[in-house]
């Protein structure tokens, strides 16, 4: 089959390829809702986006949920303009409230090597909230260097470096309606980078 173009506004030596179409998504994301509906019992969910890349999961997502549903936001140096990890996983913005007693939903983009995931649980855990959940779009699996997974998991993907629905390359691609996946041609290859 013919590989599908995005209409993406790619720079020289860039290009998009769509992994998950919009209308996936989209299909996925109402199902894992119902699924974290059944499993809380219309319980208030407080959910906790991890900036930036989680916000259009965590949109959708919301506007699934029935129940009191409320937000919160919190930031972690990430991979910036490169497509591998530091290793290194440190706050840079915390929440606004606190989640002592709540039932937290934490909402991430992708697990890969896990090490932002693991960081957040403990960090989130020493402040005791009821019940304390995570929730990720993508999973790549065979990249993980910490032992964590998630409780709710849109889809598991390849290990490729990919773009759109929030996911950025150098901040760019974030507005992408599809999952695509970024490939560099003639730049300097980077891990995770095809
Ligand atoms: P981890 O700590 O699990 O290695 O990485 C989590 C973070 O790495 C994600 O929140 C995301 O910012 C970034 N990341 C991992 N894989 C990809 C990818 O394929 N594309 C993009 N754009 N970011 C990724």
């Not at 970024?182 to 300097?188: E, F, I, Q, R």
Request: hydrophobic share 40%; proline share 3%; charged share 30%.
């Amino acid at each position: 089959m013919p590989k599908k173009k995005t209409t993406a506004a790619t720079m020289p030596g860039e290009s998009t390829r769509i992994l998950l179409s919009r209308s996936r998504v989209q299909t996925r994301i109402a199902t894992l809702a119902r699924e974290i509906n059944r499993d809380f019992r219309d319980e208030p969910v407080h959910l906790v986006g991890v900036l930036k890349g989680a916000i259009f999961f965590l949109a959708d997502l919301a506007r699934h949920m029935s129940g009191e549903v409320s937000l919160d936001f919190i930031s972690v140096s990430s991979y910036g303009k490169e497509t591998q990890s530091s290793g290194q996983v440190r706050l840079t913005k915390d929440l606004d409230t606190s989640i002592e007693g709540r039932n937290v939903l934490l909402v991430e983009d992708i697990l890969d090597t896990g090490l932002t995931v693991s960081y957040l649980l403990r960090v989130l855990e020493q402040r005791r909230p009821k019940r304390l959940r995570v929730a990720v779009l993508l999973d790549k699996t065979e990249r993980r260097k910490v032992p964590v997974s998630a409780d709710y998991v849109g889809f598991r993907i390849p290990n490729e470096f990919v773009v759109g629905y929030g996911l950025d390359y150098a901040e760019r691609y974030r507005n992408l309606a599809d999952v695509c996946v970024l490939s560099l041609h003639g730049k300097a290859k980077k891990e995770g980078a095809v």
